[in-house]
Nanobody, 122 residues
């Protein structure tokens, strides 16, 4: 019954913006840290960002720091990833994932969405 569903991916030009959403159901998101990951075929999965269960703490990969912002609305059971100043290297399938912990750990995710494709190209 646990489910995470990503949305908001698509095609965007370099320098553009997208906002990804991760909607959670089947559990109380208040108790879960939630992160965003991305993966390119043939490449290792990369942790992009993570937000604590309360939303009070966030972490970012160096590659996206200053450009991406993670946030959450626990009343809506939704986590967002605002992506600005997008680069072609940001092209990937983006996944959200949840861990039954308060604080973020990219290695501790237990539940995963199916992903949404982000393509940054002219």
């Amino acid at each position: 019954q646990l489910q995470l569903v990503e949305s908001g991916g698509g095609l965007v030009q370099p320098g553009g913006s997208l906002r990804l959403s991760c909607a959670a159901s089947g559990f109380t998101s208040d108790y879960f840290a939630i992160g965003w990951f991305r993966q390119v075929p043939g490449k290792e999965r990369e942790g992009v960002s993570c937000i604590s269960s309360s939303g009070g703490s966030t972490i970012y990969a160096d590659s996206v720091k200053g450009r991406f912002t993670i946030s959450r609305d626990n009343a809506k059971d939704t986590v967002y990833l605002q992506m600005n100043s997008l680069k072609p290297e940001d092209t990937a399938v983006y996944y959200c994932a949840a861990a039954p912990i308060s604080w973020c750990n990219f290695d501790g995710m237990k539940y995963w969405g199916k992903g949404t494709l982000v393509t940054v190209s002219s």
